[in-house]
């Protein structure tokens, strides 16, 4: 009997089911659409385990039906002499022709035929499902639980491909126990947490990896298969280098007037024929000006700067003026976040590359010894001054400023890994920061109130009056969305990489403190009332 058509019984069959179940999505509300939405990720992820893990055992089965078959070949007789063993075995310089595709090759072609994608895909499935099954058994159940999607669980496949084998189980548990843990986050995030996590269990990982980006770095230009008279540029490149690229090909695009008429993406492409092409500037092609803007030689060179920058508001500002002709163009910037200890050598725990996500400490310190450089400090302290003449402090002062300060801008941004909002992955430094309590709702500039949100979702959570937004004394911030529901935006962030930013509550004021505080003063507040009733109740002498 066909899907579409009902049970002998008179249930409904699957596919009825279905349809049955969308007519009735029409009529819901959307709180429920979107408690709708997670369920049908959970569900989707657990299909994924089952597929990885059917995968792997139809890998397994055609491996060994593969060695049956050469087994059979060679024969399970013993034999005299090793002379006696090569004049009966195999030839096997040519295994293919005699035996057959062995079992991966097999697989492959049976999941690409099952699920319709290229060999590539295929075998990329079945590694994953072998690496779940023998390497990643923990993570493969958060898989299985929705905790992480197959993107996720691909993710962690390949970040920790260069493991040792006895790193694995180590590995498994504390991705595991992370997963598990934490709420769902940003690809950025997440992708964060398996590099801290592999360089902090498996250095030698995260070594080998070094090494392998650098040998794999390649550039291809070919026809666009879509679109005649177009081609496409593709490439790898270690990280650092990437942000060099990308900085410098950002700083030409801006280096024109505002009235130029090409976006922002035609200039950056214009910006790297002209690279190409020897050139050190890009010309404008606004109305008014048929010269090329700026000419600093010394912008070429690329360099890291800490996290003190102007914000893209303060960006937009400088662009709406007119740009003299000699003018300097800015000098192509990068952020990299390290700790002390790491630039001093004291111990190789991982940087983190703005946009780009964990850079090993080699090479951070490559970096950053040519680098503008700041120093950020988990508390800002007060002068001896302010604390003695009776006024206020710089903390106090500062705090009553819209504006943050460069010290306050480069710790809140040190401390997270893009934008907060919910799945979102805009670099940090690209973000506005912005005040959970509105300023001119009383909201101080504090590292407590300030949070990076991308342009889009600044404007989403400053004027739509359903979505509002929370920030705890630790620094986690919640959404809460129109319909109800409540998300973390920063489930893992820059202070679970370096633990010596985290914010720490003063003993006088940490909410247990204050809670057993208030609870022993009203203890002495009743035995002072008892004391009093009972000496007016026996007044002298007794």
């Keep these: 009997m066909s899907n579409a058509t009902a049970s002998a019984d008179g249930s409904l069959s699957g596919s009825e089911r279905v349809l049955e179940q969308l007519e009735m999505d029409r009529r819901l509300g959307a709180p429920e659409l979107i408690s709708m939405l997670t369920h049908c990720a959970s569900v989707v992820a657990s299909a994924h385990f089952r597929l990885l893990q059917a995968a792997a055992i139809l890998h397994e089965d055609f491996a060994l039906t ?63 499902g072998c690496t779940m099954r023998y390497h990643l058994p923990l993570t493969g159940k958060m898989l299985a639980r929705g905790r992480i999607d197959l993107a996720r669980f691909l993710l962690i496949v390949h970040r920790t491909a260069l493991c040792d084998e006895t790193a694995f189980p180590e590995v498994d548990a504390a991705l595991a ?18 590099d801290a996590t592999v360089a902090r269990i498996d ?19 070919r ?15 270690p990280a650092h280098h990437a942000a060099g690229v990308d ?17 922002a993406a035609q200039r950056r492409a214009d910006a790297l024929v002209a690279l190409v092409n020897g050139e050190q500037e890009l010309g404008c092609a606004c109305p008014t000006c048929g010269e090329p803007v700026g ?25 709406d003026r007119p740009i003299p002709a000699d003018t300097s163009r800015p000098r192509p910037t990068f952020h990299i976040i390290v700790s002390l200890a790491t630039l001093l050598g004291a111990n190789d725990c991982p940087a983190y590359l703005d946009g780009h996500g964990v850079l090993d400490a080699g090479v951070a310190r490559d970096l950053v010894r040519e680098a503008t450089r700041s120093y950020v400090h988990t508390a800002e302290r007060q002068s001896d001054a302010d ?45 506005d920061l912005d005040h959970t309590t509105a300023y001119g709702a009383g909201g101080l500039t504090r590292r407590t109130n300030l949070k990076p949100l991308c ?60 809670r057993l505080s208030r609870a022993r003063r009203g203890r002495v507040a009743d035995h002072a009332r008892a004391l009093d009733r009972w000496d007016r109740a026996h007044p002298p002498p007794f």
């Design 66 to 128: 593969y060695g049956e078959r050469i087994a059979a070949a060679v024969g399970d007789e013993p034999v005299e002499s090793p002379a006696a063993l090569r004049a009966g075995s195999v030839d096997t310089s040519n295994a293919r022709a005699t035996f057959g595709p062995d079992g991966m090759e097999q697989a492959m072609a049976a999941v690409g035929a099952a699920l319709s994608v290229p060999p590539a895909r295929a075998r990329e499935l079945v590694v994953a």
């Design 177 to 194: 126990e992370e997963i598990h843990s934490r709420a769902p986050m940003s690809l950025t995030r997440f992708r964060t947490l398996v």
């Design 203 to 221: 250095a030698i990982a995260a070594r080998r990896r070094l090494e392998q980006v650098g040998a794999a770095r390649h550039i291809s230009v």
């Design 223 to 237: 026809p666009d298969r879509h679109t005649p008279g177009q081609s496409r540029i593709t490439g790898s490149l």
């Design 247 to 263: 900085a410098r090909l950002t700083t030409m695009a801006q280096s024109v007037h505002p009235t130029d008429p090409r976006t």
């Design 295 to 319: 000419t600093d030689e010394a912008s070429a060179t690329m360099g890291a700067l800490d996290a003190d920058s102007s914000s893209p508001g303060e960006s937009a500002a400088l662009a």
């Design 387 to 431: 604390s003695t003449s009776g006024g206020a402090s710089i903390t106090d002062r500062r705090s009553r400023s819209y504006t943050p300060s460069r010290s306050l801008r480069g710790l809140v941004s040190a401390g997270e890994l893009c934008c907060t909002f919910p799945g979102c992955t805009t670099a940090v430094h690209a973000c």
């Design 455 to 514: 342009r889009f979702h600044h404007r989403l959570k400053t004027f739509d009056i359903g979505w509002r937004d929370y920030q705890d004394p630790l620094g986690t911030v919640a959404f809460r969305a129109p319909t109800g529901h409540y998300f973390i935006g920063n489930a893992y962030t820059g202070y679970d990489v370096f633990t010596e930013l985290r914010p720490t509550i003063p003993d006088a004021a940490h909410p247990a403190r204050t």
